[in-house]
């Protein structure tokens, strides 16, 4: 069980995510702040490789994990090693810009898993629910 609150948040001012130092989203409301969470592993934790709730990319045999915000940004940046010292960083925000003379804030998150050094072996594992959490998707 990995009981934690030291989670980064991302948002646009229209839609927020909770990630945890893991790079798991912990808690994820659709289409608004006070929707029905997607992904809430937050309240009902998962069992490794089991349950629902939760959005999840792992790095097999991790040894070190590393979160932060890049500088005056909202974009969350989670480093993660493995024993071999295989690196990815996974970068997490909500886009938020400039349209046709309005601020455009669009229901999404932008997730960019890029290799750093090494060969590592990672497993992306999806499991959204609805109606708070009571129903699997899947």
């Not at 893991?22 to 009902?44: M, Q, T």
């Not at 925000?93 to 960019?112: E, K, N, S, T």
């Not at 990672?122 to 699997?136: A, D, F, L, Q, V």
Request: charged share 20%.
């Amino acid at each position: 069980m990995k009981n934690s609150l030291e989670l980064g948040l991302i948002g646009n001012c229209h839609i927020g995510a909770l990630i945890d130092e893991y790079a798991e989203f912990v808690w994820f409301c659709l289409p608004r702040f006070d929707g029905d969470p997607v992904f809430c592993s937050l309240l009902n934790e998962h069992p490794d490789r089991e349950g629902s709730g939760y959005c999840a990319i792992e790095l097999l045999d991790m040894v070190e994990r590393k979160q932060f915000y890049l500088a005056n940004t909202a974009v969350l940046v989670t480093r993660l090693t493995d024993q071999h010292g295989a690196v990815i960083e996974i970068t997490d925000f909500a886009p938020r810009f400039h349209q046709y003379g309005r601020v455009f804030m669009p229901i999404m998150v932008i997730r960019q898993i890029r290799r750093i050094q090494g060969t590592p072996r990672i497993c992306i594992r999806i499991r959204p629910t609805y109606e708070y959490g009571s129903n699997s998707c899947s």
